[in-house]
């Protein structure tokens, strides 16, 4: 373990004293087991205390389980601030704007499905295109099109054709950010996104045919409609280049614009303006913009799955969205303060938002349970459908953690890890992997992430979330 | 030494070197594609001029490799070759650059996607006699 500058609070809570670091505003709180955070990177603890130095930020500087040391905030981290003296900063939501993940809940058992994977996973690698290097989208999107998914996300997608709108319902924000404003997207983001919606990129994204192994909690699963042996879907994609193109921009833009306001930087890529200026209010449009590019995207790709698994089976398969949850945002929410009701500007890298039961976010049919809360595991590796609760509205400003959290660089992994090999170590287990090259899965191999049920165990244990279903893959498309 | 690479858990991150500040910025394009192929595979049928102005040396960096990622998104390309002429006047550092390759093919091999170029690290700094450019990537 490096030398780490934390103090445990409780079981599970550690924190970085305000003393750690000149110019922190709060104290910064890191959210860990006691064997986890052996693996916490001094870097990390660093970014946590860089966060603290942003003004306005409220209660806590805070990173969850699955942190790592990312630029800017910590991978994990989560920040809300003042919409009076606080900041947002392109830095605290990613490159990936509303890089997301959603499930969608199949009629299939799996013995429905057995023998059959490999012919699936084949045909949804066929049918969702990566869109990376010369491979392209199956869509044509014009100008006016474009506009509109920046605009209107998933409601462009279900007006034309892609998903249902009862869809709608069931993602974060309704697939359709208020606030949005494509004109504050500049042509080099319109350029890269034009030809990439409904594509599923590179790097840590996929889909994947799961399996309902184990249900926790079995009000709050009767509510997402799951059971155990059922056969489910997962699709995990961001903003594509539109996205990346977006945070280039702004972050560039807000580095003068910390400069102009006089917001000392400990870490540029934090560069950040008053929610108040004009540059955060035209980062937050372009931001909103990417965001709904990615359900857009999400949509669009979740039609092509029901349609392979309709195309598959001879037959329309009920295919309903469980949820779909962002894990790159900053979003303006109400939150208790000191027991006051208080607009924040909640800013989540890589944490999920995990609202309470009877939150007006959450759609009228899980009300009563939560909001669900998606996690993908690493490629091989099982993943989690837990539940907000009101222990994290208190907590971590309605948030938790997004995943495992890489231990191990790409590099690293290359060298110690042979994607040939665990392609065929995953295959003797039952799950079979399709993907562009071989070094695409070592580089995501499952041993270069965290155990996700030691994450996930913690933020059970802290009640910031509450398990309800443990889903196993059956097969993957890597990007 | 062009550049080396350093380790970093999620992200990629290299230091490059030149003994003008333009032969750095050359070195770090050729440190940050080198992630996305081989560019022994690469040839240099095509070429993109680069214009670029900033008002600091790390922001003309951010730039030009940020430049460089979207080229390459946008045009379908993948390049192996740099040229770079950086001048200084009023207080402003102009770019004048040229980036060479060719279309991107299944047989280039191209196995790396990198997001964006990044602030966090971000430095241009000159030692006695070379200059050092450190970049973060985010892949």
């Given at each position: 373990?490096?030398?780490?500058?934390?103090?445990?609070?409780?079981?599970?809570?550690?924190?970085?004293?305000?003393?750690?670091?000149?110019?922190?505003?709060?104290?910064?709180?890191?959210?860990?087991?006691?064997?986890?955070?052996?693996?916490?990177?001094?870097?990390?603890?660093?970014?946590?205390?860089?966060?603290?130095?942003?003004?306005?930020?409220?209660?806590?500087?805070?990173?969850?389980?699955?942190?790592?040391?990312?630029?800017?905030?910590?991978?994990?981290?989560?920040?809300?601030?003042?919409?009076?003296?606080?900041?947002?900063?392109?830095?605290?939501?990613?490159?990936?704007?509303?890089?997301?993940?959603?499930?969608?809940?199949?009629?299939?058992?799996?013995?429905?499905?057995?023998?059959?994977?490999?012919?699936?996973?084949?045909?949804?690698?066929?049918?969702?295109?990566?869109?990376?290097?010369?491979?392209?989208?199956?869509?044509?999107?014009?100008?006016?099109?474009?506009?509109?998914?920046?605009?209107?996300?998933?409601?462009?997608?279900?007006?034309?054709?892609?998903?249902?709108?009862?869809?709608?319902?069931?993602?974060?924000?309704?697939?359709?950010?208020?606030?949005?404003?494509?004109?504050?997207?500049?042509?080099?983001?319109?350029?890269?996104?034009?030809?990439?919606?409904?594509?599923?990129?590179?790097?840590?994204?996929?889909?994947?045919?799961?399996?309902?192994?184990?249900?926790?909690?079995?009000?709050?699963?009767?509510?997402?409609?799951?059971?155990?042996?059922?056969?489910?879907?997962?699709?995990?994609?961001?903003?594509?280049?539109?996205?990346?193109?977006?945070?280039?921009?702004?972050?560039?833009?807000?580095?003068?614009?910390?400069?102009?306001?006089?917001?000392?930087?400990?870490?540029?890529?934090?560069?950040?303006?008053?929610?108040?200026?004009?540059?955060?209010?035209?980062?937050?449009?372009?931001?909103?913009?990417?965001?709904?590019?990615?359900?857009?995207?999400?949509?669009?790709?979740?039609?092509?799955?029901?349609?392979?698994?309709?195309?598959?089976?001879?037959?329309?398969?009920?295919?309903?969205?469980?949820?779909?949850?962002?894990?790159?945002?900053?979003?303006?929410?109400?939150?208790?303060?000191?027991?006051?009701?208080?607009?924040?500007?909640?800013?989540?890298?890589?944490?999920?938002?995990?609202?309470?039961?009877?939150?007006?976010?959450?759609?009228?049919?899980?009300?009563?349970?939560?909001?669900?809360?998606?996690?993908?595991?690493?490629?091989?590796?099982?993943?989690?459908?837990?539940?907000?609760?009101?222990?994290?509205?208190?907590?971590?400003?309605?948030?938790?953690?997004?995943?495992?959290?890489?231990?191990?660089?790409?590099?690293?992994?290359?060298?110690?890890?042979?994607?040939?090999?665990?392609?065929?170590?995953?295959?003797?287990?039952?799950?079979?992997?399709?993907?562009?090259?071989p070094r695409a899965i070592a580089e995501e191999a499952p041993e270069v992430y965290k155990d996700i049920d030691a994450v996930v165990d913690v933020v059970d244990r802290l009640g910031i979330s509450k398990k309800v279903a443990r889903l196993v893959p059956l097969a993957?498309?890597?990007? | 030494?062009?550049?080396?690479?350093?380790?970093?858990?999620?992200?990629?991150?290299?230091?490059?070197?030149?003994?003008?500040?333009?032969?750095?910025?050359?070195?770090?394009?050729?440190?940050?594609?080198?992630?996305?192929?081989?560019?022994?595979?690469?040839?240099?049928?095509?070429?993109?001029?680069?214009?670029?102005?900033?008002?600091?040396?790390?922001?003309?960096?951010?730039?030009?490799?940020?430049?460089?990622?979207?080229?390459?998104?946008?045009?379908?390309?993948?390049?192996?070759?740099?040229?770079?002429?950086?001048?200084?006047?009023?207080?402003?550092?102009?770019?004048?650059?040229?980036?060479?390759?060719?279309?991107?093919?299944?047989?280039?091999?191209?196995?790396?996607?990198?997001?964006?170029?990044?602030?966090?690290?971000?430095?241009?700094?000159?030692?006695?006699?070379?200059?050092?450019?450190?970049?973060?990537?985010?892949?």
């Open positions: 373990m490096a030398n780490l500058n934390v103090t445990k609070v409780s079981e599970d809570i550690y924190e970085v004293p305000q003393a750690a670091k000149p110019g922190m505003n709060v104290p910064g709180r890191i959210f860990l087991s006691d064997r986890l955070i052996q693996g916490l990177e001094s870097g990390a603890v660093e970014q946590v205390a860089n966060m603290a130095t942003l003004p306005g930020i409220q209660k806590y500087a805070m990173a969850m389980p699955d942190v790592h040391i990312g630029y800017g905030f910590p991978i994990g981290g989560v920040g809300a601030f003042d919409m009076e003296k606080g900041v947002i900063s392109p830095g605290g939501v990613g490159f990936d704007i509303n890089c997301g993940v959603r499930l969608l809940r199949s009629e299939l058992r799996h013995e429905d499905i057995a023998g059959k994977t490999n012919a699936i996973i084949d045909l949804l690698y066929k049918e969702v295109p990566s869109g990376v290097g010369s491979e392209s989208s199956k869509l044509r999107v014009n100008d006016a099109v474009l506009t509109e998914v920046f605009n209107h996300g998933a409601r462009w997608a279900v007006e034309n054709g892609y998903g249902v709108k009862e869809d709608l319902e069931h993602c974060e924000e309704n697939g359709d950010m208020k606030g949005a404003d494509a004109s504050k997207v500049s042509q080099k983001a319109r350029a890269r996104g034009k030809p990439q919606l409904g594509t599923l990129g590179s790097g840590n994204h996929f889909l994947e045919i799961q399996v309902v192994e184990k249900i926790y909690d079995s009000v709050a699963a009767k509510a997402f409609g799951l059971e155990e042996g059922q056969v489910t879907v997962m699709i995990h994609c961001g903003s594509r280049g539109a996205g990346h193109q977006i945070c280039t921009d702004y972050v560039r833009v807000m580095e003068q614009a910390a400069r102009k306001y006089g917001i000392k930087l400990y870490d540029r890529q934090l560069a950040c303006a008053p929610l108040t200026s004009k540059e955060a209010q035209d980062y937050y449009g372009a931001m909103a913009a990417g965001a709904n590019y990615a359900w857009a995207n999400r949509h669009v790709i979740a039609h092509w799955v029901r349609q392979a698994f309709g195309k598959f089976y001879g037959r329309d398969l009920k295919m309903d969205l469980v949820y779909d949850v962002a894990h790159n945002v900053a979003k303006y929410e109400e939150h208790d303060v000191d027991g006051e009701k208080k607009t924040l500007c909640v800013h989540r890298k890589g944490a999920t938002r995990a609202f309470a039961p009877g939150r007006k976010e959450v759609p009228a049919a899980y009300r009563d349970a939560g909001q669900p809360v998606i996690i993908p595991g690493s490629m091989g590796s099982a993943s989690y459908v837990l539940v907000g609760t009101q222990k994290a509205m208190e907590t971590t400003f309605g948030s938790t953690c997004h995943g495992a959290g890489r231990v191990m660089s790409r590099s690293a992994a290359l060298k110690d890890v042979r994607g040939a090999e665990i392609q065929k170590e995953l295959a003797q287990r039952g799950i079979t992997v399709v993907a562009p090259n993957v498309a890597k990007g | 030494m062009d550049f080396k690479y350093l380790e970093h858990t999620a992200d990629a991150e290299f230091v490059a070197y030149g003994r003008t500040m333009d032969e750095a910025f050359v070195n770090a394009a050729r440190a940050m594609c080198g992630l996305i192929v081989d560019p022994a595979k690469v040839g240099a049928s095509e070429a993109r001029e680069i214009s670029l102005t900033a008002g600091a040396p790390e922001d003309l960096l951010y730039d030009w490799l940020s430049e460089l990622l979207y080229l390459a998104e946008v045009d379908y390309l993948v390049f192996s070759q740099f040229e770079v002429k950086i001048t200084k006047s009023d207080g402003e550092y102009s770019l004048q650059g040229r980036a060479s390759g060719e279309k991107v093919r299944p047989d280039h091999g191209v196995s790396l996607h990198i997001k964006a170029v990044t602030y966090h690290d971000l430095r241009v700094e000159k030692r006695d006699n070379y200059y050092e450019a450190q970049v973060l990537l985010d892949i």
